[in-house]
């Protein structure tokens, strides 16, 4: 494999030279230094699904809640930009269309940096037209759309690779620099310290709070949980285990070491929530963005192992000789 | 410049996020954009502060254009009410029926039902009083009868009490009450 850095290409920003200081070669491998593009497909096809059943899911309320007659009246739209008015219901099946299109074209790959431009347009017009039913996912899905789009995410896993490489590209990724992707990173990093940090009642610090959560009836997803409700050494492990998770989730996601078992952990604590309380989108979109912090190089070596060896990828390729570059090959 | 990764004689060209770190000026627009967009992450997240409104300004144009920092989840407590707003619809000739919000089912409807538990939370808030007209006429024109609204709207906040968990295991919550807030005539 050849890469911008072997060329030369980034020569000037390459801090290699010796006696150059540490910072500089901190923030080269920071924001330059290439590597493979799995994480951002991989976070780029979760956001896309929860964008995907954003829309979906909206489609059945649209008229209630976003239509001229709606339950919430135009006159209670935020007051705040709105990029594309929606005052009927017209508008908002229109915009609701568009964004199931945005969805698939950003799961599957096909410029996923316009249609990610797009998606977010048309989530801040849909949520500002009706505020009042929006809740910490629908945020969080709106900010990640727009962050993403600072990233390469069709750098792998798209369509656009496998129409310019053929279909063998699915198993390989281009190599890209991370500048992106600390935005992301660190967008999720701060919801998870500032959810930590506004922790700050009685219930959390006596262990009781997640007992009162799981009470609450309009949140249960699939009713009460009686061990999570009135035991009050599980209520007190799972209060302070929820702290502890987001602090260190706030706090220690870039270190490589943690990494892996923080973000397993961030993934359980989401699937419980999801499992239990009604949240919405966020749980899958949080997931999403921690897809980001996973480790490309290993994903590289790992999809490098599973490729389909020559004489199977022959076959395969006999079977759609209209491809027009039928081995793009491995990297080198 | 021949750069990139390559496939068996297909170059592959470097993506245009990669790209822009090739000359100084996308060196630079790449150093502005993140260091404007982390600022705009994590300034807005500032506790409230005698300076904070001071500063608001400088992340306006982030929220006008959708960007929003509030993750203040279950905090500083969670909610320790369970919260549920429901109308009586009365016609003319003395009869009544319920409104309620839909209920739908755990699996695939929880990705709505939120959305109405949301608005639930919200419209019976009295800071929230001039939702309460157009709320009761929406819930009137959905029991019209013959072309003819009904006599009156009532909205009606329920709620239980919930006590924190005691020593033991014991939960003390209420049953659930209930107010009538608002009321609609027809004119």
């Known amino acids: ?332 | 410049m021949d750069t990139g990764v390559w496939h068996d004689g297909v170059m592959e060209g470097t993506d245009r996020h990669t790209a822009l770190l090739r000359s100084p000026i996308g060196r630079v627009a790449v150093a502005v954009i993140v260091a404007v967009m982390a600022f705009w992450i994590v300034a807005p997240n500032m506790p409230s502060s005698a300076l904070r409104p001071r500063v608001d300004t400088m992340w306006t144009p982030a929220t006008e254009i959708g960007m929003a920092q509030d993750w203040g989840v279950f905090s500083p407590n969670p909610r320790s009410q369970s919260i549920d707003v429901r109308a009586r619809v009365e016609f003319d000739d003395g009869s009544i029926e319920f409104w309620d919000p839909p209920d739908l089912d755990p699996w695939v409807g929880a990705y709505r039902q939120y959305r109405w538990n949301k608005w639930q939370e919200r419209v019976r808030l009295d800071s929230q009083s001039r939702r309460w007209d157009p709320t009761a006429e929406w819930i009137a024109e959905q029991f019209e009868r013959d072309g003819i609204l009904p006599a009156s709207v009532t909205l009606i906040r329920r709620w239980i009490d919930h006590k924190p968990l005691l020593v033991g295991g014991q939960i003390l919550d209420s049953g659930w009450n209930e107010f009538e807030f608002h009321t609609w005539e027809r004119p």
């Not at chain 1, 059945?60 to 709105?82: C, H, I, K, M, Q």
């Not at chain 1, 347009?121 to 039913?133: E, F, H, M, N, Y």
């Open chain 1, 1 to 332: 494999m050849t890469t911008l850095a072997d060329t030369g290409a980034l020569s000037d920003v390459a801090p290699t030279k010796a006696g150059e200081s540490r910072t500089r070669r901190a923030a080269h491998r920071m924001f330059v230094a290439e590597r493979p593009a799995w994480p951002l497909a991989i976070a780029r096809i979760v956001i896309g699904i929860a964008t995907l059943g954003w829309a979906l899911s909206m489609w059945f309320d649209a008229t209630t809640f976003l239509g001229g007659d709606a339950l919430v009246g135009t006159e209670f739209d935020s007051s705040l930009w709105r990029w594309l008015p929606i005052d009927s219901d017209l508008d908002a099946r229109l915009a609701l269309v568009a964004l199931v299109v945005a969805a698939i074209a950003i799961i599957v790959g096909w410029k996923p940096t316009v249609w990610f431009l797009v998606a977010f347009v048309l989530l801040t017009a849909l949520q500002r037209r009706a505020p009042s039913i929006i809740n910490s996912g629908d945020l969080i899905l709106r900010n990640l759309t727009l962050l993403l789009a600072f990233t390469p995410t069709g750098a792998a896993l798209s369509v656009d690779r496998v129409r310019r490489f053929g279909r063998d590209a699915l198993f390989t990724s281009g190599r890209v620099a991370p500048w992106g992707l600390r935005l992301v990173q660190l967008q999720m990093m701060i919801v998870y310290l500032f959810a930590f940090w506004s922790k700050s009642g009685e219930s959390w610090r006596d262990g009781s709070a997640v007992s009162t959560v799981f009470r609450i009836d309009d949140l249960q997803r699939f009713g009460p949980v009686g061990l999570l409700v009135d035991s009050v050494a599980i209520v007190a492990i799972l209060t302070w285990s929820t702290l502890a998770l987001e602090l260190a989730l706030g706090g220690l996601l870039w270190a490589k070491r943690l990494r892996p078992w923080l973000i397993a952990g961030g993934i359980a604590l989401h699937l419980s929530i999801d499992t239990f309380v009604l949240v919405g989108f966020f749980g899958i979109t949080m997931i999403g963005g921690l897809m980001t912090f996973l480790d490309a190089e290993r994903i590289d070596a790992w999809v490098t192992r599973a490729r389909p060896q020559p004489a199977e990828r022959s076959e395969s390729d006999t079977d759609h000789p209209d491809t027009d570059h039928p081995d793009p090959g491995r990297p080198d």
